[in-house]
């Protein structure tokens, strides 16, 4: 068996992800459970994207156009791109491998933060690629200490912005800063998975940078409501995009996820009152966290880093028994905290209620 | 722009998919243009499958199970298998990429045959594996040579069964002649995208091999009409599929995939219903290519490679004028050669008047 696998596979430790409803439900014989353990939108999905889905499946049995042709050339209008600037993939996950593909040679290495998504790391081991990543300082990216890290061989920086699981970003002054003067020959992906939740104005305009060897990962999973389809993007210079889309599988986006995308990406109604739910409840729980006397981390995102002055794997099994999935943080080394998924009205005041009896 | 690129990835000739039917219809202004170039079902999907879909829209922005729990449940009792056999993917096409990240090392070979699917040679450059493919021998995969030619360093041998392009399959025999006494380091994988087509009785049943180093690739794309939505199944030993697991992207499987294809297992009149039509249309094609005077490769799949005694892509653009999209071969080096995929009894009917024009 050992002379079978390669090797570098049996180091990956796999991604836990956020429990399934219908697995705590199934598991503990529960009902109505919350789930405030993925970063997702509460509010569900564009009805307009729905209706699409609707309108599509007729046509199941093609395959998926591979080029994305309506949706690329939607969102670059949108975005002010070009389409030749817009790759999709099976979620922004499925970009990750790509750029490490694309760009990382075997022997070269991807550079992060620690305490950020864990998937650079796993998708860098899965690619047999080195991977380094350095401390956060007062829970952010320390860009700095990053820029002085970088060695010969270092060929991407990932950089989480906001940055999960902390909800900090870096704002334009210091990402401008860390841009300037960097090695010609490397990348920097930042990955702005939450960029639509951001309610700062110093937070920077990363499509300024495309002209520069940056790369921008965004979700339809976040603010748009569609995690379950599987479809994010990258916002790069076409000379990537191209070596990008060599790379990729030819049909990578399921047919739903496109004609869902078209939908939601015009659904401005829907998408502010998913912003609107966040930043309500966000007021909501920093206050009701600080009169329970727990610490918490600012977020520009849709979930909040908690300080629950206790185990987090005790916290996380007595919410779930009150049907309350949330996310503990012990794997980053953070044993005090959990994760919490900013989310209805109505679901924040049962988790606050939960935290209540867990104190 | 030279050294930011991964070598490697500048050497992949990009997958070139059948041409969608709106891109057709858009580029010349054509309504009515019939697909015959993606061996995809004529029939659609199952009725249930869809209504499936219809019923969990209301999740769609939660994250799919990342275990596919009731989907691996239900197909493990359905091929008297254990959920620890089965590991899904984004279409079977994540899986290849899987399988070598997971079993061939870096200096290792990916072995199979010219003529076959191109993803084998596409997904190991995109992983700097090395690869290399035999010829076919009367339009077949050339077990013995392959056999003869395994290197210390050969690690994943692919034997697409049937194979596309040519729709001819290896058989019982000769495949429990190549897999007695191979060496024991390396995976032979079994591409059964077309299995359900199959209509010999000398068809290897591939699941008496799994206690071997086997790993048998299915998909939902084909006989059960699911394409669009991007699902693939690989069915081997425990111990393989949890070292597949660590690599796989953790949510590779859309949530309407799984709902789709749980109950797609359970339309038994919609599969049969769907062999029948492939294997009816390929006896009046057979016929009628006969009458024409085309030469024709016998086929156990939904497609026919189909002799066409000129430039395949002038015979390609022809059809294309008429409407009908099919695949020329040329990229096999099969330059009078074109594959074009059974559909419905109307749309051979009119392939066949296409190509009269053509002739």
Chains 1, 2 share one sequence.
Do not use: H, W
């Amino acid at each position: 068996m050992e002379n079978l696998i390669n090797k570098n596979i049996l180091k990956i430790k796999p991604y836990e992800p956020g429990k399934p409803i219908e697995e705590v439900e199934r598991e503990l014989g529960l009902k109505n459970v919350i789930k405030l353990a993925s970063n997702e939108n509460p509010l569900g999905s564009s009805l307009k994207a729905l209706a699409a889905i609707k309108r599509n499946l007729n046509t199941l049995n093609r395959y998926p156009d591979g080029n994305c042709f309506y949706l690329k050339n939607k969102l670059a209008k949108k975005l002010k791109l070009k389409p030749g600037n817009l790759i999709f993939g099976n979620g922004s996950d499925e970009l990750i491998d790509v750029i490490i593909k694309t760009f990382v040679g075997l022997n070269e290495e991807v550079l992060t933060s620690k305490v950020s998504f864990v998937e650079y790391e796993i998708v860098s081991q899965a690619n047999n690629r080195r991977f380094r990543a350095l401390p956060l300082k007062n829970f952010k990216y320390d860009l700095m200490a990053i820029k002085m890290a970088i060695r010969k061989n270092t060929k991407a920086i990932f950089i989480a912005n906001p940055n999960n699981p902390t909800g900090t970003y870096v704002n334009k002054r210091e990402l401008e800063e860390f841009l300037k003067g960097l090695p010609k020959n490397l990348i920097v992906v930042l990955d702005e998975a939450y960029n639509e939740f951001v309610d700062v104005r110093d937070f920077p305009k990363s499509l300024d940078y495309i002209n520069k060897n940056v790369i921008i990962l965004r979700t339809f999973s976040k603010t748009y409501g569609l995690a379950g389809l599987r479809i994010g993007f990258a916002i790069a210079k076409p000379e990537f995009i191209e070596c990008m889309n060599r790379v990729r599988q030819p049909f990578n986006v399921n047919l739903l996820a496109q004609a869902a995308a078209l939908e939601a990406v015009d659904d401005a109604a829907f998408l502010s009152r998913s912003r609107k739910t966040i930043l309500d409840g966000k007021m909501y729980l920093y206050n009701e966290l600080e009169k329970l006397g727990f610490g918490y981390v600012c977020s520009v995102a849709n979930f909040i880093l908690v300080d629950v002055k206790q185990d987090c794997r005790i916290v996380f099994n007595k919410l779930l028994k009150q049907g309350v999935i949330i996310r503990p943080m012990a794997i980053y080394n953070l044993k005090n905290f959990i994760r919490v998924t900013i989310g209805t009205r109505k679901e924040n005041i049962r988790f606050i209620k939960a935290l209540k009896k867990v104190k």
